[in-house]
C-alpha cells in the first residue's frame, strides 16, 4: 500500500455514491474503490452486532485490494461500528454522521427535522452528537422505514416514495422546521423528489462536502496524496445485480465500470 493506492468506500448499497461523487469532486486524481452491498441491505433495521459484522467483512474486502484509507459511506455503519473499525486497522477511516451540528447552529426556528435508519437514530454515538448540539432546540426524529429498499431498486419519485416521503415529512412541517438533516447515504438521491414537498425556506443538507473534507485532511496530514498525472481508476463493485449502481452514475463524467463481486 502505497499513495499511488485507492481510496476504499463501502455501503449497505447504492447510497454511498452521493458520499463518493463528492470525494471525488474534491479529489479527482484518486483512485476509488466503491463497494455496494446491497445483498445485506437495508442495515437499518439490523443489530448492533451484525451491522459491525458486516463493516468488518466490508473493511477487509477493501483492505486486500489495497486501499490507503476506508470512507464508511454509511450513516449505520459509522454510528454503529467506527470505533471497533479504527480499533482493528491501521488505515485511516472516515465516518459519516447526521449533519445535527450545522443545522443546529443555524436554525432560527429553533427546530430541526431529521430523517435517518433506526440503527443511526438508535445509536449511541448519535445520542452523543445529538445531546451535545440541540439542548435549545426542538428535533424531530423520523425514521425513513422503507427508503432504503425502494431506492435500492432505483425509485426515486414513483407513488409509493412520495407516499411515504409526505408522511415522513408532515410532523416536520407541524414542527415547523428550517432545517432538514439527511442522515442516511442514500437519501441524498430524493433531493428532488423532497424539494417538490417542501417550502423552498426549508434547506436539506446532508454530509458529503464534511466526508470530502475530512477525506483530504486525513489524506495530506499522512502524507498518502496521490501524485500521478495519468487519469485514476473509478471501480464500483456490487454483489447483487449493477441496474440501479449504474444508473445512478451514469450522470458522472469519467470512465466508469460497475461489476459485480463476490463479498
Ligand atoms: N446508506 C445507509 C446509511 O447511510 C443506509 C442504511 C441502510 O441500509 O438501512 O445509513
Known sequence: MDNNSPIGFFDSGVGGTSIWKEVHALLPKEHTIYLADSKNAPYGNRSASEIIALSIKNTEKLLKLDCKLIVVACNTATTNAIDKLRNSYAVPIVGIEPAIKPAALKTSTKSIGILATKGTLSSALFHQTASAFTKDISVVEIVGEGLVPLIEKGELDSP????????????MLAANIDYLVLGCSHYPYLLPALRTLLPAHIQIIDSG???????????????????????????????TNTDTLQFLLKSFAGPISVETLDF
Open 209 to 239: 462536502g464534511a466526508v470530502a473534507r475530512q477525506t483530504d485532511h486525513l489524506l495530506t496530514i499522512n502524507n498518502l496524496k496521490r501524485a500521478a498525472q495519468t487519469p485514476p481508476n473509478l471501480s464500483f463493485y456490487t454483489n
Open 160 to 171: 409509493e416514495m412520495m407516499e411515504l416521503l409526505q408522511k415522513y415529512t408532515a410532523p
